[in-house]
């Protein structure tokens, strides 16, 4: 069974880091790209990053872009965002998701709640 | 960036109605597209892959169609687990980009 799930959320203040974990089990978690999708309270979804299956190639929203690193340890079978100067908009569910071989999302975790506020 | 409008953003709806959910690319995308159903609380479900086909697991009463810039989402009977926002997702380009979401409620 595939089973993707985050930490490491948690209350940070605005321009303080964090970092999140995905752990992956069920697949063979060197084979396949991964991304991380946020949610703002009562918003819609938003993507957030993307890293390749070797971790390679990465991609990064603007909103994050130059902030958040997206890693990973494929011999941990673990995905990773670092964040860095978080402003208060960043407070979201941050979602981790596996994508298929054409690259479209289809397992998700249960989601990491970050907050920022002083 | 290719853009995702999302339409209608809320709906209301009867047990047993069809309902049809739009997306538009701002630009052509094949059929790189995807349907999630999120319940409140819950991690997105994928729905449907390549703009019309039904995740294993899905019932038949969820279909997707379209390719290029228009697609739609047709429930074709709503049952009462089916209330919920339903999201459309481009995979076709980096950003990837979601449409804005739309709220299926009970009339």
């Known amino acids: 069974e595939v089973q993707v799930w985050e930490s490491g959320g948690g209350l940070v203040q605005p321009g303080g880091s964090l970092r999140l974990s995905c752990a992956a089990s069920g697949f063979r978690f060197s084979n396949y790209a991964m991304n991380w999708v946020r949610q703002a309270p009562g918003k819609g979804l938003e993507w957030v990053s993307g890293?390749?299956?070797?971790?390679?190639?990465?991609y990064y929203a603007d909103s994050v872009k130059g902030r958040f690193t997206i890693s990973r340890d494929n011999s941990k079978n673990t995905l990773y965002l670092q964040m860095k100067s978080l402003r208060a908009e960043d407070t979201a569910v941050y979602y981790c998701?596996?994508?298929?071989?054409?690259?479209?999302?289809?397992?998700w975790g249960q989601g990491t709640l970050v907050t920022v506020s002083p | 960036d290719i853009q995702m409008t999302q339409s209608p953003s809320s709906l209301s709806a009867s047990v047993g109605d069809r309902v049809t959910i739009t997306c538009r690319a701002s630009?052509?995308?094949?059929?790189?597209l995807g349907w999630y159903q999120q319940k409140p609380g819950k991690a997105p479900k994928r729905l449907i892959y390549?703009?019309?086909s039904l995740q294993s697991g899905v019932p038949s009463r969820f279909s997707g169609s379209g390719s290029g810039t228009e697609f739609t989402l047709t429930i074709s009977s709503l049952q009462p687990e089916d209330f919920a926002t339903y999201y459309c997702l481009q995979h076709y380009s980096n950003p990837r980009t979601f449409g804005q979401g739309t709220k299926v409620e009970i009339k």
């Open positions: 390549a703009a019309s």
């Open positions: 630009q052509g995308i094949r059929n790189d």
């Open positions: 998701a596996k994508a298929d071989y054409n690259d479209l999302f289809d397992y």
């Open positions: 890293i390749s299956d070797s971790g390679g190639t990465t």
